[in-house]
Nanobody, 116 residues
Framework: QVQLVESGGGLVQAGGSLRLSCAAS????????MGWYRQAPGKQRELVAT???????NYVDSVKGRFTISRDNAKNTVYLQMSLLKPEDTAVYYC??????????WGQGTQVTVSS
């Protein structure tokens, strides 16, 4: 089992920045890819960014050039640096980990609110 704990959400003005962190514990050696998803009110959860065990990254088009995902394997932590935030980035952000056995794990979510 893997446990994920997010931190770093909050309220920020449009154009501002936030950094989200997600610390993994438990069977961390089983983790392959990690990533961030988000869910805005009334919308489906969507992929924001992923990073493989080897560091390969992938982003949804709407955040390219503004968000950066990174990973510290020694600390079992994944980060999401968010810059040039827009009101449409407002959502609950969820950390995700995928094991080599394709089992998916989720954090509890952290709220990000961007005011205009």
């Amino acid at each position: 089992q893997v446990q994920l704990v997010e931190s770093g959400g909050g309220l920020v003005q449009a154009g501002g920045s936030l950094r989200l962190s997600c610390a993994a514990s438990g069977s961390t050696a089983s983790i392959n890819a990690m990533g961030w998803y988000r869910q805005a009110p009334g919308k489906q959860r969507e992929l924001v960014a992923t990073i493989s065990s080897g560091g390969r990254t992938n982003y949804v088009d709407s955040v390219k050039g503004r968000f950066t995902i990174s990973r510290d394997n020694a600390k079992n932590t994944v980060y999401l640096q968010m810059s040039l935030l827009k009101p449409e980035d407002t959502a609950v952000y969820y950390c995700n980990a995928v094991g080599y056995d394709r089992v998916m794990y989720w954090g509890q979510g952290t709220q990000v609110t961007v005011s205009s």
